[in-house]
């Protein structure tokens, strides 16, 4: 695997269910971010880990739950979610905050 | 609070026509900018960036961009379209912090 990698790629689920999802950058960055992407609007950064610590938590409701247990992995713990949070989520890592950040594919989640 | 424009959601041009996606950013100090690149289903692929270097920044699929410090605008062209250029293309300005804007869909008319 290259690059960033999210996992799964579509997700259907219930407003009472808990999921997670779950990206991996394979290229030697130390920070990660997820993105939520809906559609006619812009993308909008929800959080920033850099160093394994939360910098960035950008007015996130806490029905979202990230969790970044080294620099190589990211989730974002779901539960409790509402039918406006379906989007594209997306995760994207860089080497640095200052520096270009690559994104991942993104995972297509859609609440029922 | 920065923001980023980009002019028109939607442009269509014919294939071998020029490209060109328009984008003013708002910043008080010199920015990071930059262009991605987002095809159906897939995550966003960075085009280019400008870093306070040259004005004029070249990028992936011939794809290349002018900082105007005076017009506030970092706008995407491409000489000549090609089908597979056919995407949503999103402006974004800041570092840490990248705020996007809305987007532009490019379509490609045979």
């Known amino acids: 695997e290259t690059g960033v990698t999210q996992t799964p790629r579509h997700l259907v689920m219930g407003m009472t269910n808990k999921k997670s999802l779950k990206c991996e950058q394979h290229?030697?960055?130390?920070?990660m971010y997820w993105y939520k992407q809906s559609a006619k609007k812009p993308l909008e950064l929800m959080f920033v880990?850099?160093?394994?610590?939360?910098?960035e938590n950008n007015s996130v409701p806490s029905r979202f739950s990230p969790e970044c247990p080294n620099s190589s992995h990211l989730f974002l713990h779901l539960h409790t979610l509402q039918p406006e949070d379906s989007a594209l989520y997306l995760c994207a890592s860089s080497q640095g905050t200052q520096e270009t950040q690559y994104f991942g594919p993104g995972t297509r989640l859609l609440v029922l | 609070a920065q923001s980023v424009t980009q002019l028109g959601s939607h442009v269509s041009v014919s294939e071998g026509a020029l490209v060109l996606l328009r984008c003013n950013y708002s910043s008080s100090v010199p920015p990071y900018l930059f262009w991605y690149v987002q095809y159906p289903n897939q995550g966003l692929q960075l085009l280019l960036k400008y870093t306070s270097a040259a004005t004029l920044v070249k990028g992936i699929n011939g794809f290349e961009a002018e900082f105007k410090k005076s017009e506030t605008s970092f706008h995407l062209t491409k000489p000549s379209a090609h089908m597979r250029d056919a995407a949503e293309y999103f402006c974004a300005q800041g570092a840490q912090k990248l705020v996007f804007g809305q987007g532009t869909r490019l379509t490609i008319n045979p």
């Open positions: 880990y850099s160093l394994e610590e939360r910098v």
């Open positions: 290229l030697g960055h130390n920070a």
